[in-house]
C-alpha cells in the first residue's frame, strides 16, 4: 500500500526559514539596525549593540555572511563573501588567519570577541556565557604557523593574559 505526501506532512519537515540579516558595509565598519540582527545578538552574541544599531567586527560579519545568516550591501549592491574578504583585506592584511581562527571557535560553540583593549586580538568565553554578563576565559592570539613568535613576544602575550586574569590561548592556523 502507498501512500501520498500531503502538503502538511511535507511542511513539517522542512526548517523554518530565518530571516536574512541586512547589513550594511560602510568602508570600515558593517553593521544592522534590523529586528533580526537584535534578535541574533540576544540568542548567540553576534555583533555590539550601540545606540540601537549592532556593529560586527570584520570576523563576525564574515562568519554570519558566510554561514547565510546576513545580506552585506555596500550602498546599494550587495556584497557577497569574496568580495568583501577583498575589501577587508585591503584594511587588514591578516585577516585570513583571524578568521580561520575566529571560525574554528565560533563553529566550536565559543563566544570571540574583539580584545583590542586588552592588547589581544580576540577575547573568548566559555559555551554559554554571555559577554558583558560574565568575564572572558582567554585572550586569544592567532598567528600562522610560519609566523615567527620569539620567546620575548611570547613572555609578553602571557603577561597580559596574567594581568587580564585570562588564559593565554594561540590559534596556530596551518599553512593549507
Do not use: C
Not at 54 to 70: D, H, M, Q, V
Not at 144 to 150: F, G, R, V, Y
Not at 158 to 175: P, Q
Amino acid at each position: 500500500m502507498q501512500t501520498k505526501k500531503t502538503k502538511s506532512t511535507k511542511s513539517l519537515k522542512e526548517k523554518p526559514r530565518i530571516e536574512k540579516i541586512k547589513a550594511v558595509f560602510t568602508g570600515e565598519t558593517i553593521f544592522s539596525n534590523k529586528k533580526e540582527a537584535f534578535t541574533l545578538y540576544q540568542q548567540s552574541r553576534f555583533g555590539e549593540a550601540i545606540e540601537g544599531k549592532i556593529f560586527y567586527s570584520l570576523p563576525e560579519a564574515l562568519y554570519l555572511l558566510e554561514k547565510g545568516r546576513i545580506e552585506l550591501t555596500e550602498g546599494k549592491k550587495k556584497i557577497n563573501f569574496e568580495k568583501i574578504m577583498e575589501k577587508i583585506k585591503a584594511l587588514d592584511s591578516r585577516i585570513v588567519t583571524k578568521y580561520a581562527v575566529f571560525k574554528d571557535m565560533r563553529n566550536r560553540g565559543y563566544i570571540v570577541k574583539t580584545a583590542l583593549k586588552f592588547g589581544a586580538e580576540f577575547r573568548v568565553y566559555n559555551k554559554g556565557q554571555k559577554p558583558g554578563e560574565e568575564h572572558a576565559k582567554w585572550i586569544l592570539y592567532p598567528v600562522k604557523e610560519s609566523d615567527i613568535l620569539t620567546w620575548h613576544e611570547f613572555s609578553a602575550k602571557n603577561r597580559v593574559a596574567h594581568s587580564t586574569r585570562k588564559n593565554l590561548l594561540i590559534g596556530i592556523v596551518d599553512e593549507e
